[in-house]
């Protein structure tokens, strides 16, 4: 089993609104029947608008939607028909093989096929510094940001996806995309982000924990993408 995850650009002349409903319709018959196993939808939508103020952008157009997928083999020709699949649906894609790792899973919200998950998803796409070589890069990412963000975020999911490699041409350079879900609450106010509703301390402790983390391993701005969660196998 290999996981591919795939960045998606809106086309060009469509709302964000009607191109996610198109996505949510037509993906997961179309999926299911080319021998998808599990797929889920990442789409920047007016569920997420309130979150903007949590956006941080490096690419000069981020993508509007990330899907994930779990197939069979990722290999470039029993890959194609899904490839061709996604693009007849986007301005253009690019695709990663991913290695998934789940250090929280989400036992509070679960999420249901076809629904959108409760609060909102935060996807950060890094980069590796290059003030890190990759493995010391990997260790502070997964063994000391991560269980540290845990501790001081209001997060009930979070999945590291480490590339093994892009697929396709020209996909931008990554090195790993996370995704954390938070409750709705977190969109707008930091103090739900940070699990410090009506404790300044617990907030500026937690604040300074993650900021001195994060400047560590990454050269900000990063690319950080508020968005509705979907369900769709």
Known sequence: MEKVIYLLWCPEGLDTESWGATLRDTLPQTLTQLGVHSARLNIDDADVAAAQALRQQRMAVQPGALLQVCIDCANDALRAPIDAAIAACCQQHAAYLVTESVPLHNT???AHKGQRTL??????????????DPETWRHHWQTVQTPMAIETQDTFEYVQNTIVRALTKEAPAIDAIVEECFPAAAMTDPYAFFNAVGDEAAFQRNLARMMNSVNRFLDLPIDCIPSSQYRLI
């Open 108 to 110: 509070k919200h679960p």
């Open 119 to 132: 609060g909102f998803a935060q996807l950060a796409l890094l980069q590796r510094t290059p003030r890190m």
